[in-house]
């Protein structure tokens, strides 16, 4: 049975198909996709955007999941590109909600009037280069045909949602949910039986919310993860002004930060503590809350021995939380260093597993057969239930991008170069596409940073980048192969110099069967990585290779106009 999802809760009216030539064509309008818009009207270019979704917000709009909150502190989870904004909006909580976050993008969208240059509910099909004109031409499934020297991909990290291949999934006669596409109305699972099949960070927060409601909920995991309490709360008065009073200072500390985060990171290797100065410094990260309990030693995800320290610290406080000492156990990661998959932040998710109306079943164990009409059948017992909930995550950091039609010089498929695993020169750009940006692709610092701090980082970066081409007179920017090989070993080295790569994490693709297992975001955090791009940008873009198309000859510097006017041009 198809998921019961509503899809677009809000259909907009028929349009007419749009034709004509842009400067660019952004895809996507998440937080990526509005500044970029935003950043290019600054420069006096023409740009439309084409979202999937019928407002803005992206992962935002998508995710609306019982719990879905952000693992960052609102405080740090916006914009900063704005002074007004940043000292206008008000943040009620300290992890905030889904609901406050896409509320947040809405007044972003409304505050710069950004709605008027992005399509609803159209999907990006295809996007192929002509090399003779210098331009990328797009289409939609909306009938959409435009052209444009520009196409900036801001379709996020977390975006493109993943089924598992079960046997029998259109066979259950009850509702089905996938956590990445949740019904805009909301669900009352008030009284029915539910299984929920993931225990990735998604399910962490919408588990102990289901199971308030339903009158019993079933739990299949296949790997445990590690999480630490979010200890949510309201935001004081006295914070937020702290905050307010030196935004500024506080956002540009954060961005030379490892994770673009501002928060205590220790310089300390663990084991040059005592056991009683670890016990003591873990203690008050898990009161504190959040992914800073990673920031406890420097070298946490560098040493094995270091990490086992704080990895044990966690599995005390499973054993003192879940009263059953064989539940406590399979809630227990063992099999990966705490970290290399993405640390979980939560509210009273092992305090779940004490109710009577929760089950733990370790896929482990006994693994999924199929679904059934009725429910679930594993290789030890069937279960009934009334609704089923997919929690088993995305095809990350590069599903969005391969599931468009995607085709460079002499017809390059992206999916195709990409076969063996993402290839790019800093995130940003693949060598043999031209004019084509990717907002925190793979290969930049992206799902392991503050989102917003890196998607600024690339946006300015971009727009700085197109400004200085039109300024030297240039409209072609590509990654060289060279510098594209050059960073992709570079990636690969940082990377393998951490414990991440022992991890069968979705950063390296592992949640997907027969994708490469690669390594796919940047570890050298966010700080050195603005400094490598920075220092790139003011050499003159060395690894990129500018160009004037001579399509281009007669056309004015200052970009064209878009619709009828641009093809009367």
Same mark, same amino acid.
């Given at each position: 049975?198809?998921?019961?999802?509503?899809?677009?809760?809000?259909?907009?009216?028929?349009?007419?198909?749009?034709?004509?030539?842009?400067?660019?064509?952004?895809?996507?309008?998440?937080?990526?996709?509005?500044?970029?818009?935003?950043?290019?009207?600054?420069?006096?270019?023409?740009?439309?955007?084409?979202?999937?979704?019928?407002?803005?917000?992206?992962?935002?709009?998508?995710?609306?999941?019982?719990?879905?909150?952000?693992?960052?502190?609102?405080?740090?989870?916006?914009?900063?590109?704005?002074?007004?904004?940043?000292?206008?909006?008000?943040?009620?909580?300290?992890?905030?909600?889904?609901?406050?976050?896409?509320?947040?993008?809405?007044?972003?969208?409304?505050?710069?009037?950004?709605?008027?240059?992005?399509?609803?509910?159209?999907?990006?099909?295809?996007?192929?280069?002509?090399?003779?004109?210098?331009?990328?031409?797009?289409?939609?499934?909306?009938?959409?045909?435009?052209?444009?020297?520009?196409?900036?991909?801001?379709?996020?990290?977390?975006?493109?949602?993943?089924?598992?291949?079960?046997?029998?999934?259109?066979?259950?006669?009850?509702?089905?949910?996938?956590?990445?596409?949740?019904?805009?109305?909301?669900?009352?699972?008030?009284?029915?039986?539910?299984?929920?099949?993931?225990?990735?960070?998604?399910?962490?927060?919408?588990?102990?919310?289901?199971?308030?409601?339903?009158?019993?909920?079933?739990?299949?995991?296949?790997?445990?993860?590690?999480?630490?309490?979010?200890?949510?709360?309201?935001?004081?008065?006295?914070?937020?002004?702290?905050?307010?009073?030196?935004?500024?200072?506080?956002?540009?500390?954060?961005?030379?930060?490892?994770?673009?985060?501002?928060?205590?990171?220790?310089?300390?290797?663990?084991?040059?503590?005592?056991?009683?100065?670890?016990?003591?410094?873990?203690?008050?990260?898990?009161?504190?809350?959040?992914?800073?309990?990673?920031?406890?030693?420097?070298?946490?995800?560098?040493?094995?021995?270091?990490?086992?320290?704080?990895?044990?610290?966690?599995?005390?406080?499973?054993?003192?939380?879940?009263?059953?000492?064989?539940?406590?156990?399979?809630?227990?990661?063992?099999?990966?260093?705490?970290?290399?998959?993405?640390?979980?932040?939560?509210?009273?998710?092992?305090?779940?597993?004490?109710?009577?109306?929760?089950?733990?079943?370790?896929?482990?164990?006994?693994?999924?057969?199929?679904?059934?009409?009725?429910?679930?059948?594993?290789?030890?017992?069937?279960?009934?239930?009334?609704?089923?909930?997919?929690?088993?995550?995305?095809?990350?950091?590069?599903?969005?991008?391969?599931?468009?039609?995607?085709?460079?010089?002499?017809?390059?498929?992206?999916?195709?170069?990409?076969?063996?695993?993402?290839?790019?020169?800093?995130?940003?750009?693949?060598?043999?596409?031209?004019?084509?940006?990717?907002?925190?692709?793979?290969?930049?610092?992206?799902?392991?940073?503050?989102?917003?701090?890196?998607?600024?980082?690339?946006?300015?970066?971009?727009?700085?980048?197109?400004?200085?081409?039109?300024?030297?007179?240039?409209?072609?920017?590509?990654?060289?192969?060279?510098?594209?090989?050059?960073?992709?070993?570079?990636?690969?080295?940082?990377?393998?110099?951490?414990?991440?790569?022992? =991890? +069968?994490?979705? $950063?390296? @693709?592992?949640?997907?069967?027969?994708? &490469?297992?690669?390594?796919?975001?940047?570890? %050298? /955090? !966010?700080?050195?990585?603005?400094?490598?791009?920075?220092?790139? =940008? +003011?050499?003159? $873009?060395? @690894?990129?290779?500018?160009?004037?198309? &001579?399509?281009?000859?007669?056309?004015?510097? %200052? /970009? !064209?106009?878009?619709?009828?006017?641009?093809?009367?041009?």
């Amino acid at each position: 049975m198809p998921d019961t999802n509503p899809g677009a809760a809000r259909p907009l009216p028929a349009r007419s198909p749009e034709t004509g030539r842009y400067d660019a064509v952004i895809v996507g309008a998440g937080f990526a996709g509005m500044y970029q818009l935003h950043r290019l009207r600054g420069l006096g270019l023409s740009a439309i955007v084409f979202e999937a979704a019928d407002d803005v917000g992206g992962t935002w709009y998508w995710n609306r999941y019982p719990g879905a909150r952000c693992d960052i502190e609102s405080m740090q989870y916006s914009y900063s590109f704005d002074e007004g904004l940043q000292q206008e909006w008000r943040w009620a909580e300290r992890y905030a909600p889904q609901p406050e976050i896409l509320n947040y993008a809405r007044h972003v969208a409304d505050r710069f009037d950004l709605r008027r240059d992005i399509r609803f509910l159209t999907r990006v099909g295809s996007a192929r280069w002509d090399e003779a004109e210098g331009l990328w031409h797009v289409a939609t499934d909306r009938g959409d045909r435009v052209s444009a020297r520009l196409c900036i991909m801001a379709t996020g990290c977390l975006s493109t949602a993943r089924r598992p291949d079960i046997p029998g999934q259109d066979d259950f006669a009850g509702a089905t949910y996938h956590t990445g596409h949740w019904p805009h109305a909301g669900v009352d699972f008030s009284g029915l039986r539910v299984g929920v099949i993931g225990t990735g960070s998604s399910a962490i927060q919408a588990i102990p919310v289901i199971a308030d409601q339903a009158r019993h909920l079933t739990v299949f995991q296949r790997t445990p993860n590690f999480s630490i309490p979010a200890h949510n709360r309201p935001i004081d008065d006295d914070y937020e002004k702290l905050w307010k009073s030196d935004y500024r200072a506080r956002r540009e500390k954060a961005r030379t930060m490892r994770t673009g985060i501002l928060y205590d990171l220790s310089a300390v290797p663990a084991l040059e503590a005592t056991e009683e100065e670890r016990r003591r410094e873990y203690e008050a990260r898990w009161a504190n809350g959040g992914t800073a309990f990673m920031g406890a030693y420097a070298d946490l995800l560098r040493d094995k021995a270091a990490n086992d320290t704080a990895a044990e610290f966690v599995r005390e406080k499973i054993r003192g939380i879940v009263e059953d000492p064989a539940v406590a156990e399979k809630l227990m990661p063992r099999d990966y260093p705490i970290g290399t998959k993405r640390i979980c932040v939560d509210t009273d998710y092992y305090d779940t597993f004490n109710r009577d109306n929760v089950t733990l079943v370790d896929l482990r164990a006994e693994p999924i057969e199929s679904i059934t009409p009725t429910g679930l059948r594993t290789t030890a017992a069937e279960y009934e239930f009334d609704a089923l909930v997919y929690a088993t995550g995305f095809d990350a950091m590069t599903g969005a991008l391969t599931s468009v039609d995607m085709r460079g010089r002499d017809g390059l498929s992206l999916a195709a170069k990409w076969a063996e695993g993402p290839r790019t020169y800093l995130g940003l750009m693949t060598a043999g596409f031209p004019n084509l940006f990717m907002i925190t692709g793979p290969g930049s610092p992206s799902v392991l940073s503050n989102m917003i701090v890196s998607i600024e980082q690339h946006v300015d970066w971009i727009t700085d980048c197109v400004a200085w081409m039109r300024a030297a007179g240039q409209d072609r920017i590509e990654a060289t192969q060279e510098a594209e090989d050059a960073w992709v070993a570079h990636n690969n080295e940082v990377a393998h110099g951490t414990l991440y790569p022992a =991890a +069968a994490s979705w $950063y390296m @693709g592992a949640n997907i069967p027969g994708k &490469p297992r690669v390594f796919m975001p940047y570890l %050298g /955090g !966010v700080g050195v990585y603005r400094e490598k791009c920075a220092a790139i =940008a +003011a050499a003159g $873009y060395p @690894g990129f290779r500018l160009s004037h198309s &001579p399509a281009e000859a007669g056309v004015k510097a %200052g /970009g !064209v106009k878009a619709g009828a006017e641009a093809g009367a041009a």
